[in-house]
């Protein structure tokens, strides 16, 4: 036996004498935790870890420092570029922080929640609504996403347009760093400039420098009125036209605002045949938007609009009047990920370009991969709001998924890198809102600035020398 092996070994047996019986469980009775959302990726390991405090968490990693055991942080499943994921080595600890879910408390007068890493995101809109509050971070993954991912990987989604990523709604963090050791950073002071801010290098790191443990989250006050359209428009040149235009008469109220192709649509019609269509008639493009405030809303809302549509900014639009119509609108949106695995996508993007760079950045991309293969079809979606359009790409019609990789296997890699030439190009960046994770190291490597490459290699061997955090993520190993 090797003395990596025996240090594997002891950490094994460390970790089950540690936990307890309830606190862990075999490769064999763990399938969930090495699967991928896309179905491309098979994790591996042997033992997957649930302690169930903070407590546990630092004896965990302690024995992992000592005996030199790679973890892996687990949160809800849900990221998409193998951050979760071991792919070439059994001898790693999967960590998942899913026992850890409760809402330590709710302070109304300091507007904070502190949550545990474990705390599914909606059961922490729930929490909030309580208390008549609003946690803003929302993304279609919210039943089963957990705070300790989204902040790990400063998730975005629908309404980073007000009020920003993961990373601004977060004051404080808990979390274990690399030798065991806990941070304790949770005080809800909005104005502390006591040096480094530790919390900003923690979200965001994937795993790779700690394991955010919990975390004190920024609430809003609850809006007294919601308003959410659906538009048809002729290009996404009009959709950031109806952002602009809807910001200079309401102000900083758009919560969101999501483009849709026609494709797009069809794909849900498909799939989705129960959701309803808002239009009888077919559009090349459409958007949802949404916004937010006090009592009145509505009335400056819908007559911002009425303005967009005599200006030909928009074609066609609904208002939702109740909340069963607007649960419906955003069904159309939310459902979106899923038409497009349903349907057999090669290629699902993730990368973000300046707002005004929109428009030549679907032509551009549009171009690029009708070069790759004159048949493929693109279906982009995404916010406008920050520039984050998601670029999803089909065999041509009438061939799976499985015949077109069987017989173009080199294609769906120069789809990948097209659309990244084609961000770069944008001035944009190569991963938006789902990290880096494992799938994207290679891309990193590439487009990164140099001298950033450098100073994060310097940060993470300064706190984690022995690599064992997440290796393999951001950072080649």
């Known amino acids: 036996m090797s003395n990596s092996d025996s240090g594997y070994q002891q950490t094994i047996v460390a970790i089950k004498d540690l936990l307890g019986s309830k ?3 075999e490769s064999g009775n763990a399938a969930a935790y090495y699967t991928d959302p896309r179905g491309r990726f098979t994790g591996r390991g042997n033992l997957v870890a649930l302690p169930e405090n903070t407590s546990e968490v630092s004896q965990v990693v302690s024995i992992c420092h000592h005996n030199k055991t790679p973890v892996i942080p687990y949160s809800g499943g849900t990221g998409v570029v193998a951050g979760q994921l071991s792919l070439h080595s059994d001898e790693v600890l999967i960590l998942s922080l899913e026992r850890m879910d409760e ?25 909030a609504a309580e208390q008549g509050m609003l946690f803003p971070l929302s993304m279609a993954s919210k039943g089963s996403c957990r705070i300790g991912g989204n902040l790990a990987t400063n998730a975005g989604g629908i309404q980073v347009l007000r009020y920003g990523n993961a990373r601004d709604l977060c004051i404080g963090i808990e979390a274990v760093l690399p030798d065991g050791s806990i941070l304790n950073e949770l005080s809800p002071l909005r104005k502390n400039n006591t040096g480094y801010d530790l919390r900003h290098l923690l979200i965001g790191s994937e795993g790779t420098l700690g394991i955010i443990t919990a975390a004190c989250l920024n609430l809003k006050p609850a809006n007294a009125e919601t308003v959410t359209a659906f538009c048809a428009i002729q290009s996404p040149t009009q959709a950031v036209g109806l952002l602009q235009s809807i910001r200079s008469q309401i102000g900083e109220s758009v919560s969101a605002i999501e483009l849709m192709s026609s494709l797009g649509m069809e794909l849900l019609q498909e799939h989705f045949p129960n959701i309803n269509q808002p239009f009888e008639q077919k559009h090349e493009w459409y958007v949802l938007i949404e916004v937010a405030g006090q009592s009145g809303i509505r009335q400056n809302f819908e007559s911002a609009l009425f303005e967009a549509m005599e200006e030909d900014v928009v074609t066609d639009a609904v208002i939702a009047a109740t909340e069963t119509q607007r649960n419906a609108l955003w069904d159309l949106r939310e459902n979106m990920p899923e038409a497009n695995r349903l349907s057999g996508a090669i290629c699902n993007s993730d990368t973000s370009v300046p707002i005004s760079q929109i428009d030549v950045f679907n032509q551009q991309t549009a171009e690029a991969v009708s070069s790759i293969h004159s048949g493929l ?24 998924k499985s015949e077109f990789v069987k017989a173009h296997p080199e294609k769906i890699e120069a789809v990948r890198m097209a659309i990244n030439e084609v961000t770069h190009q944008c001035s944009g960046a190569i991963s938006a809102e789902h990290g880096i994770g494992r ?8 487009y990164a600035d140099p001298v950033k490459m450098q100073v994060m290699r310097s940060i993470k061997q300064a706190l984690d020398p022995n690599g064992i955090m997440n290796p393999g993520v951001i950072l080649s190993a």
Request: glycine residues 14%; hydrophobic residues 35%; charged residues 20%.
């Open 23 to 25: 606190g862990w469980r």
């Open 439 to 446: 799938l994207k190291v290679g891309d990193m490597k590439q």
């Open 377 to 400: 079809r693109l279906n982009s979606y995404g916010h406008i709001g920050d520039g984050n359009i998601h670029h999803n790409v089909f065999p041509p019609l009438g061939i799976s």
């Open 103 to 127: 809402v330590r408390h709710i302070s109304a007068e300091d507007g904070t929640m502190l949550a545990e890493a474990g705390c599914i995101l909606s059961n922490v809109h729930d929490a």
